[in-house]
């Protein structure tokens, strides 16, 4: 348990002084379980906390920060989630039934108990349920559902995920763990060169959240760009450890100053082979994806140097990639073969997928080594084959309706971590330590004591 309690506190008071100001000084350090975490913006001014973004624009209280804060890397915590709960009894404007709570019937939200029960997902995991219909035209068919709160709906069916950061935008292939708004009709696929199909789908991505999360009308245009223009500006990462002080010392790289001037364009040191064409520029891989702390190899500061080990450890670690539908399923590459961290998270200084590349590495699998017990199981029927499959989330098929995409989702921007716990799209990993576990149980890795220990330092330092 890396967050204590006095430190939860600390950053609500935080939050607390930040939502009574008018704007947030730029590169303001925010407490976090492991030091400070700073949002730079782009346009070097003060960050605004009083424009669309931050406005009820719906009618059940919500604004875009009831999920995306700054002090959770524009993300939201469960820590965070669970003091909200406790300070407001459960009626703070996250806590409504269309998306907040486990279910949307069958519960009773007239008394604390009642609350607390039906939230229990939010408060413990930071889920918000996602209600996607299956495509009329999928090639499988959901059997049944086994959802333990009540929404066994099997024609429009409830997936809970956690909050992706809206900060750090420019870095992006596809928007949602899914893609959705970024493949939904009305919606273009974010390509080489971006021309502004990234601002499109964000545009069209804020006027879903508006009339779902927030059951508002559809906005008007000034609003929604008002939200694309603020949240397209911001740059967040890790700015300070505890134990390693200031990351952009010594020759380190870290904070987010130093991640506004990455250069990125989409399919930029893509993994695939170079035939496949997805890098424009035809360069090959480097596994190398991050070279922040390169200059604290060989530092007296303890963490320092754990850190500048833990990324070594990501850059060059052998993982032998085999059963990753998006990978070795997909025609050229071999079902089995010797990766890194980096196969998977390309882009420099980022770690998020260059291309649009839905994978299922087995976060939502049944059998998954994370506990996920308190997620639903959906059993899925082959229309043609007659296969079955179960499942804890069909992930990307629930948009396209393809067998092969069951379970497959991005791979999100790895920047900011230490302040927006739990992980994956589900929230079964509620530290960093279990992301490891995850990855060395699944796919076999063997990590020693000590390179876990400078995974997780260097991870909390992204
Ligand atoms: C009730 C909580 C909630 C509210 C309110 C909310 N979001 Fe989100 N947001 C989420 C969740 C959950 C996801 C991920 C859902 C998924 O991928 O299926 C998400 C994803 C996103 C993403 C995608 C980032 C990426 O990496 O793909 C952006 C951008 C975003 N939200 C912006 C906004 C904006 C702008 C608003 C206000 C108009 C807003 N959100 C309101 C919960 C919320
Ligand atoms: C085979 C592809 C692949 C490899 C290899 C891989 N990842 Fe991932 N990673 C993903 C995908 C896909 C996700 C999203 C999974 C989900 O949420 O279901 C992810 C998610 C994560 C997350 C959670 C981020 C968040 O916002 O919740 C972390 C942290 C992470 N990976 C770190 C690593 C590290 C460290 C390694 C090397 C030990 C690694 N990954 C290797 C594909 C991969």
């Known amino acids: 348990m890396k967050l204590s309690i006095p430190a939860t506190l600390l950053a609500s008071a935080f939050a607390g002084t930040i939502a009574r100001s008018q704007s947030l000084p730029n590169n303001f350090p925010l407490l976090d379980g492991s030091g400070f975490v700073e949002t730079y913006n782009l346009n070097n001014a003060p960050i605004s906390l009083t424009g669309a973004f931050f406005q009820s624009l719906g009618t059940n209280g919500r604004s875009c920060s009831s999920c995306h804060l700054p002090t959770e890397s524009w993300s939201v915590s469960a820590a965070e989630i669970q003091l909200r709960f406790l300070l407001t009894q459960g009626t703070d404007p996250i806590f409504r039934t269309n998306d907040g709570s486990n279910c949307d019937h069958s519960i ?67 928007l949602m763990w899914d893609g959705r708004e970024s493949t939904a009709p009305s919606t273009v696929k974010i390509a080489y ?107 007296p500061v303890r963490q320092r140097a754990s850190i500048a080990r833990g990324e070594v450890v990501f850059n060059s670690k052998p993982i032998t990639i085999s059963g990753v539908a998006g990978i070795n399923d997909v025609v050229g590459l071999p079902p089995s073969f010797s990766g890194t961290c980096g196969t998977c998270h390309d882009s420099p200084n980022v770690g998020d997928h260059s291309v649009s590349a839905a994978l ?32 804890t989330d069909p992930g990307r098929a629930l948009i396209t309706g393809q067998w092969a995409d069951i379970g497959k989702v991005k791979g999100p921007v790895l920047r900011g971590l230490a302040s927006r716990a739990p992980y994956f799209h589900n929230g079964s990993a509620a530290t960093l330590s279990d992301v490891i576990q995850f990855y060395d149980t699944r796919f076999g890795i063997g990590f020693t004591a000590r390179e876990k220990a400078d995974l997780i330092a260097f991870l909390n330092a992204l």
């Not at 035939?275 to 090959?284: H, I, L």
């Open 193 to 299: 060169p971006n021309t502004g199909q990234l601002l499109a789908d964000l545009a069209h991505q804020a006027i879903d959240a508006i009339t779902g999360h927030a059951q508002g009308a559809v906005p008007a245009n000034a609003q929604v760009l008002d939200i694309v223009n603020f949240e397209t500006a911001l740059q967040t990462a890790q700015a300070l450890d505890f134990q390693a002080g200031s990351l952009s010392n010594a020759g380190g790289n870290g904070g987010p100053v130093a991640l506004a001037a990455q250069a990125f364009f989409i399919g930029v040191n893509d993994s695939f082979p170079a035939s496949f064409g997805n890098n424009p520029t035809g360069a090959p891989f480097n596994p190398a994806i991050f070279n922040l702390f390169n200059s604290w190899t060989n530092s």
């Open 108 to 174: 009773d939200t007239s008394t604390l108990e009642g609350r607390r029960s039906a939230y229990s997902l939010l408060t413990s995991r930071g889920l918000i349920r996602i209600a996607l219909p299956v495509p009329a035209n999928a090639q499988f068919t959901v059997q049944s559902v086994n959802n333990p709160y009540g929404c066994n709906e099997t024609s429009t069916v409830s997936v809970y995920r956690r909050p992706l950061p809206a900060t750090n935008l420019r870095f992006l292939s596809t």
């Open 360 to 391: 299922n590495i087995g976060v939502a699998d049944i059998d998954s080594p994370l506990n996920v017990s308190y997620l639903p199981v959906f059993t899925l029927v082959n229309n043609t084959t007659h296969a079955v499959i179960k499942t």
